[in-house]
């Protein structure tokens, strides 16, 4: 079982940054995929960025060239570093993990409890 605590959300202006961090535990092995989702009130949950182990990234067209995704395999974590803010990406923000058990790709999902986003106008 993976847990995935979250930092680094918070109260920023427009145009800001900041920077989340999700650190994973309970596995001794390097987690397949890391990233972020985020959700908005009144709206579904999306994709905000993906990493896998090998450094292949997923990104939101809404995100491209404003936020940046990375992470430390020997410690499972992530970090989501959030430029040129909009009010738009007001949001709470979770730690998304998944592991994959087999070439079919099975596998489990994880998520953290969230983190608050909110971007002031």
């Known amino acids: 079982q993976v847990q995935l605590v979250e930092s680094g959300g918070g109260l920023v202006q427009a145009g800001g940054s900041l920077r989340l961090s999700c650190a994973g535990s309970?596995?001794?092995?390097?987690?397949?995929?890391m990233g972020w989702f985020r959700q908005a009130p009144g709206n579904q949950r999306e994709l905000v960025a993906t990493m896998r182990d090998g450094g292949t990234t997923n990104y939101a067209d809404s995100v491209k060239g404003r936020f940046s995704i990375s992470r430390d395999n020997a410690k499972n974590t992530v970090y989501l570093q959030m430029n040129s803010l909009k009010p738009e990406d007001t949001a709470v923000y979770y730690c998304y993990a998944r592991r994959i058990f087999n070439v079919e790709g099975s596998g489990a999902d994880y998520w953290g409890q969230g983190t608050q986003v909110t971007v002031s106008s």
């Open positions: 309970g596995t001794r092995f390097s987690i397949d995929v």
